[in-house]
């Protein structure tokens, strides 16, 4: 089955500062790879996803990369605020809609 | 609406009850999912529904017991927990695509077994 390996486990940064969170895959069959943000307490809500067909998607302060070579899709979050830190998950899904999930990166924006 | 809604929010049962979580959706999405989620830890697939069949059973302990009614109806019969069952149970909708799609989640269930 598919296995997402998601690093770090935790990130600190400045405000204003890049975060950036990386995540490989190891099914070739995967085609969908969306990143989730999920504050304490609350449900996992979509922030950006990308699809196989497509290298490098971005929205506003938000950009996903994807390599299907090496099977691995990044996260970049540019001029970070407080209201970003959360725990992010990314994940892959493959034909038969099961959708995997990394372990998570605790993301800290320090004012 | 871009909803999904799952009742009760928090549950408290004993190892001897039996409950039922529910989900519902009216997006006409035709997969419907169930996740368990500890804390600190990833959502974890319990179940896959495909056009109210079961098409994933992540071997899922029987005390577990999910159904769909409809198409926009997902429950979860719950019966003889264990403590180690406390959790959030989320519901999770798609549509069908062979592109993959976004999966909308619930608020989640909080259960604690006692």
């Known amino acids: 089955g598919e296995n997402v390996e998601q690093h770090p486990s935790t990130l600190s940064v400045q405000e204003g500062d890049s975060a950036v969170i990386k995540c490989t895959y190891s099914?070739?069959?995967?085609?969908?790879f969306p990143w989730y943000k999920q504050e304490l307490g609350k449900r996992p809500q979509l922030i950006i996803d990308i699809r196989s067909n497509v290298g490098e998607k971005k929205d506003q302060r938000i950009a996903v990369t994807l390599n299907k070579t090496a099977k691995h899709f990044s996260l970049h979050i540019t001029e970070t605020q407080p209201e970003d830190s959360a725990v992010y998950f990314c994940a892959a899904m493959g034909s038969n809609y099961k959708l995997t999930f990394g372990k998570g990166t605790l993301l800290t924006v320090n004012p | 609406d871009t909803e999904v809604t799952q009742t009760p929010k928090h549950l408290v049962m004993g190892m001897t009850n039996k409950k039922s979580l529910k989900c519902e959706q009216h997006m006409g999405h035709r997969a419907m999912y169930w996740y368990k989620q500890k804390a600190k830890k990833p959502p974890e697939l319990m179940f896959v529904?495909?056009?109210?069949?079961?098409?994933i059973n992540e071997s899922v302990p029987s005390r577990f017991s999910p159904e769909c009614p409809n198409s926009s109806l997902l429950n979860l019969h719950l019966h003889a927990l264990q403590p180690e069952d406390s959790a959030l149970y989320l519901c999770?909708?798609?549509?069908?695509?062979?592109?993959?799609?976004?999966?909308?989640f619930g608020q989640g269930t909080r259960l604690t077994v006692v």
């Open positions: 099914d070739s069959a995967s085609n969908y």
């Open positions: 529904y495909s056009y109210e069949k079961l098409s």
């Open positions: 999770a909708s798609s549509q069908h695509s062979t592109g993959g799609t976004e999966a909308f």
